[in-house]
């Protein structure tokens, strides 16, 4: 098969032609139809996470068909239209029983525990635990962001933040996991406010339904937040990762208001200062949020189905698998609005 792969980190990934996967006894392989460029494949291209054993090949943002089926698979069958969770639980620890995958003691994670979906096929753990159908009216590269981006964001607002109608939502960093949120806080009812330094983003955080966005290049964020909110947002995001975009959200927030981490923060941002007297003192929520388990995805796909939510305005550009090394190595310069996703293979 076709695949992108780096023998070293942060050395260019190259196109190349390697042995087609076979499926484990519980899994399955996957043709890829379409696969998202993530900021979270560029931690690892970058040498930030760990779990990467060189060579490698990136991509955890997925959607395809069914291509080969493992013999103690149940529930799956060559040909069904299906995404997966970017965190694949082992279905035997705690977590796991108690439904909590995302944070599975021995999870999977395609294109981090190992090689993931920037090739032409790729092969999942525990099908039967961690595939999702998906419904036939929904196109491929639409699908691929719920993996990742989309369903990251639909737990980090509804499950772990708790949103509810009227509250004030903010959400620091309008990439693909922030605009996403920003969606899905406005079907929830809240009254979202975007921040970022693009207006381009901006401009489409509000077309998302942001009811008021900022500039955080031209404002004091938080104390803009506290204006507009009349005392500070109830929830709020950092969807990017960065320890300027955590402490604003911190800061943002009225007494007794949630702080969702939602963006990575590894590397040079591994441990950032915490405005730790504003926690104490207003007695601030800390919450971080990982992904979201294959099970919960019947809700999300619930409100696409009604039009609640419209995951296909996220997809930003679509490109070819030689396009990806470029897009990969260039994702840390949030260049692109939307979801960049590989559609052609």
Same mark, same amino acid.
């Given at each position: 098969?076709?695949?992108?792969?780096?023998?070293?980190?942060?050395?260019?990934?190259?196109? %190349?032609?390697?042995?087609?996967?076979?499926?484990?006894?519980?899994?399955?392989? *996957?043709?890829?139809?379409?696969?998202?460029?993530?900021?979270?494949?560029?931690?690892?291209?970058?040498?930030?996470?760990?779990?990467?054993?060189?060579?490698?090949?990136?991509?955890?943002?997925?959607?395809?068909?069914?291509?080969?089926?493992?013999?103690?698979?149940?529930?799956?069958?060559? =040909?069904? /239209?299906?995404?997966?969770? #970017?965190?694949?639980?082992?279905?035997?620890?705690?977590?796991?029983?108690?439904?909590?995958?995302?944070?599975?003691?021995?999870?999977?994670?395609?294109? #981090?525990?190992?090689?993931?979906?920037?090739?032409?096929?790729?092969?999942?753990?525990?099908?039967?635990?961690?595939?999702?159908?998906?419904?036939?009216?929904?196109?491929?590269?639409?699908?691929?962001?719920? @993996?990742?981006?989309?369903?990251?964001? #639909?737990?980090?607002?509804?499950?772990?933040?708790?949103?509810?109608?009227?509250?004030? %939502?903010?959400?620091?960093?309008?990439?693909?996991?922030?605009?996403?949120?920003?969606?899905?806080?406005?079907?929830?009812?809240?009254?979202?406010?975007? %921040?970022?330094?693009?207006?381009?983003? *901006?401009?489409?955080?509000?077309?998302? @339904?942001?009811?008021?966005?900022?500039?955080? =290049?031209?404002?004091?964020?938080?104390?803009?937040?506290?204006?507009?909110?009349?005392?500070?947002?109830?929830?709020?995001?950092?969807?990017?990762?960065?320890?300027?975009?955590?402490?604003?959200?911190?800061?943002?927030?009225?007494?007794?208001?949630?702080?969702?981490?939602? @963006?990575?923060?590894?590397?040079?941002?591994?441990?950032?200062?915490?405005?730790?007297? /504003?926690? %104490?003192?207003?007695?601030?929520?800390?919450?971080?949020?990982?992904?979201?388990?294959?099970?919960?995805?019947?809700?999300?796909?619930?409100?696409?189905?009604?039009?609640?939510?419209?995951?296909?305005?996220?997809?930003?550009? /679509?490109?070819?698998?030689?396009?990806?090394?470029?897009?990969?190595?260039?994702?840390?310069?949030?260049?692109?609005?939307?979801?960049?996703?590989?559609?052609? #293979?």
């Amino acid at each position: 098969m076709k695949a992108v792969l780096f023998e070293k980190f942060q050395e260019a990934p190259k196109l %190349v032609t390697v042995a087609d996967p076979s499926p484990e006894p519980h899994g399955v392989v *996957l043709r890829v139809r379409a696969t998202g460029v993530c900021r979270s494949d560029w931690h690892g291209w970058m040498g930030h996470d760990s779990d990467i054993e060189l060579p490698h090949v990136p991509g955890h943002e997925l959607a395809g068909v069914v291509e080969a089926v493992g013999r103690d698979v149940v529930n799956w069958k060559v =040909g069904d /239209k299906v995404t997966v969770p #970017f965190i694949c639980g082992c279905g035997s620890c705690s977590e796991c029983h108690a439904g909590q995958q995302q944070v599975c003691l021995h999870q999977e994670q395609p294109g #981090f525990t190992h090689w993931g979906s920037f090739a032409e096929y790729v092969g999942i753990h525990q099908a039967d635990l961690n595939l999702v159908a998906l419904p036939e009216s929904m196109d491929f590269a639409t699908a691929a962001s719920l @993996g990742c981006r989309f369903a990251t964001s #639909f737990r980090a607002v509804i499950d772990q933040g708790k949103v509810s109608a009227g509250q004030w %939502v903010a959400v620091h960093g309008c990439g693909g996991v922030g605009l996403s949120a920003v969606m899905i806080a406005a079907a929830a009812g809240a009254n979202v406010i975007g %921040v970022d330094l693009d207006p381009a983003k *901006l401009a489409l955080a509000k077309d998302l @339904g942001a009811v008021a966005v900022i500039n955080g =290049g031209e404002a004091d964020v938080p104390e803009a937040i506290r204006e507009i909110t009349r005392g500070g947002a109830h929830v709020s995001l950092d969807a990017l990762g960065h320890p300027v975009t955590m402490t604003n959200s911190i800061l943002c927030l009225r007494p007794r208001g949630k702080h969702v981490q939602v @963006g990575l923060m590894l590397g040079e941002h591994a441990a950032p200062a915490v405005p730790m007297p /504003k926690i %104490v003192g207003q007695e601030i929520e800390l919450l971080g949020s990982h992904g979201m388990q294959a099970h919960r995805y019947g809700a999300m796909l619930d409100m696409v189905a009604s039009g609640k939510l419209d995951p296909a305005r996220l997809v930003g550009e /679509k490109i070819s698998l030689a396009d990806a090394p470029e897009a990969l190595m260039n994702m840390n310069e949030f260049r692109s609005v939307g979801a960049t996703v590989i559609t052609r #293979f």
